[in-house]
T-cell receptor
Framework: QKEVEQNSGPLSVPEGAIASLNCTYS??????FFWYRQYSGKSPELIMF????GDKEDGRFTAQLNKASQYVSLLIRDSQPSDSATYLC???????????FGTGTRLQVFP | DAGVIQSPRHEVTEMGQEVTLRCKPI?????LFWYRQTMMRGLELLIYFNNNVPIDDSGMPEDRFSAKMPNASFSTLKIQPSEPRDSAVYFCASSPEASGEQYFGPGTRLTVT
C-alpha cells in the first residue's frame, strides 16, 4: 500500500462544473498536505496546502482535510479547460521532513 | 529570480555510460531535493540536502546513484553505470525551509538505450 493514494483517473468534467479530487494517506505522522498541479511535460507547481482539519479556500480552489479519516480533497469550482492537468497530492511527515507524493489524478475539463 | 535551473533538459545515452544531471537551486533556499518521476511509480524522492549536507538518501535506488552538493548554488546527481530502467524524468526542487512548499525545476528527461 502506498502511503498516499489517489485515483489515477481521468476525471472528466464539463466546463463550469465542480471537480472533486480525492486523496487518502496511511501515515498518521503526516500533519500537512499539499496539492501540486502538473501540466503535461511540465514540472509540478504548488497550488494549495492545508494543515488543519476543515476547509481552506483560495479563489476557485478549496482544500479539505479530515485527519480522523485520513482523507484530503481538492475542489475546483467553475472548472476551466486550462485546469486540465494532473493533480498530485502530497503529505509531509514531521518525523522525516519528507514529502510523499501520490501518483496523481488526471483531470480533463471539456468545453 | 530565475527559479530552479536544471541541465541538460534532455539526455539520451547508452547503457553503461555515466550520466550527470545538474541543478542550481533558488538563491537563499536551504533545502534541495532530487526526485525521479515515472509513469509506474510516480514522483519519488531520491535524496535531499539541508545547507549542502545530505540528510536522507534512503530513496537512492542503488549504489550506481550518487549525489553531491559542493556549495549552496550547485548540486549534481550522477548515475554510473546507467541502465535502461533508469529512464525517467529527474526533477530538482528547492525550498527555503523544511516544508512541502517546494519549487521544482523543469526536469531532465533521461533516456537510456
Amino acid at each position: 500500500q502506498k502511503e498516499v493514494e489517489q485515483n489515477s483517473g481521468p476525471l472528466s468534467v464539463p466546463e463550469g462544473a465542480i471537480a472533486s479530487l480525492n486523496c487518502t494517506y496511511s501515515d498518521r505522522g503526516s500533519q500537512s498536505f499539499f496539492w501540486y498541479r502538473q501540466y503535461s511535460g511540465k514540472s509540478p507547481e504548488l497550488i494549495m496546502f492545508i494543515y488543519s482539519n476543515g476547509d481552506k479556500e483560495d479563489g476557485r480552489f478549496t482544500a479539505q482535510l479530515n485527519k480522523a479519516s485520513q482523507y484530503v480533497s481538492l475542489l475546483i469550482r467553475d472548472s476551466q479547460p486550462s485546469d486540465s492537468a494532473t493533480y498530485l497530492c502530497a503529505g509531509l511527515s514531521y518525523n522525516t521532513d519528507k514529502l510523499i507524493f501520490g501518483t496523481g489524478t488526471r483531470l480533463q475539463v471539456f468545453p | 529570480d530565475a527559479g530552479v535551473i536544471q541541465s541538460p533538459r534532455h539526455e539520451v545515452t547508452e547503457m553503461g555510460q555515466e550520466v550527470t544531471l545538474r541543478c542550481k537551486p533558488i538563491s537563499g533556499h536551504d533545502y534541495l531535493f532530487w526526485y525521479r518521476q515515472t509513469m509506474m511509480r510516480g514522483l519519488e524522492l531520491l535524496i535531499y540536502f539541508n545547507n549542502n549536507v545530505p540528510i536522507d538518501d534512503s530513496g537512492m535506488p542503488e549504489d550506481r546513484f550518487s549525489a553531491k552538493m559542493p556549495n549552496a548554488s550547485f548540486s549534481t546527481l550522477k548515475i554510473q553505470p546507467s541502465e535502461p530502467r533508469d529512464s525517467a524524468v529527474y526533477f530538482c526542487a528547492s525550498s527555503p525551509e523544511a516544508s512541502g512548499e517546494q519549487y521544482f525545476g523543469p526536469g531532465t528527461r533521461l533516456t537510456v538505450t
